[in-house]
């Protein structure tokens, strides 16, 4: 398996007290949870979920049946079920996700299909609540008057 086709950047020998990546080729089938804590480039093929804090690579030749809850996800090949991320969730062009979409960021690049519904609820310490009063109610706003004949 050339993992060059998977990331971007080379992978760099393990520092011991850092986080490891960890491998899963595209000729492993597994029924049941993934969980892991730092980082997992998985490409072969899982039924049931993926559970992590760490940091998710789905591969080109991976097929996913289940639901994905980690910190953040790069998708390059099929899922099938939601996934939610705390952070950044990114679907490549080679991607196919069928399922619903919950993350910080979302980066779709031109080419992936995604079949679901998307939900991006950005860092709450980011959003500008407006100065002045809030907005009256629609009970306080002056209703119309109906005209006299």
Same mark, same amino acid.
């Given at each position: 398996?050339?993992?060059n $086709? ?12 850092? #986080?490891t990546? &960890?491998?899963?080729? &595209?000729?492993v089938?597994?029924k !049941?949870? +993934?969980? *892991?804590?730092?980082?997992?480039? *998985?490409? !072969? %093929?899982?039924? #049931?979920?993926?559970?992590s ?5 789905? !591969?080109?030749?991976a097929?996913?049946r /289940?639901?994905v ?7 390059? !090949?099929?899922? *099938?079920? $939601? ?8 679907? %490549? ?5 069928? #399922? ?5 960021? +979302? +980066?779709?690049?031109? /080419?992936?299909? *995604?079949?679901g ?9 980011? +959003?500008?609540?407006?100065? #002045? ?9 002056k209703?119309p ?5």
């Amino acid at each position: 398996m050339n993992l060059n $086709n998977l990331t971007t950047k080379p992978m760099a020998e393990p520092i011991p007290g850092a #986080g490891t990546k &960890n491998v899963l080729a &595209n000729d492993v089938e597994i029924k !049941g949870t +993934i969980k *892991f804590e730092s980082e997992l480039i *998985f490409d !072969g %093929k899982v039924e #049931g979920e993926i559970l992590s804090e760490g940091t998710l690579v789905i !591969g080109k030749n991976a097929e996913v049946r /289940g639901e994905v809850k980690t910190k953040s996800v790069t998708v390059h !090949g099929t899922v *099938f079920g $939601n996934i939610t991320v705390t952070e950044k969730a990114e679907l %490549k062009a080679s991607s196919q996700l069928t #399922g619903d979409l919950k993350a910080t960021r +979302i +980066i779709i690049e031109e /080419g992936a299909t *995604f079949i679901g519904k998307s939900e991006v609820t950005p860092n709450k310490a980011a +959003i500008k609540q407006p100065s #002045g009063p809030a907005p009256a109610s629609m009970d306080q706003r002056k209703q119309p008057q109906p005209m006299a004949a």
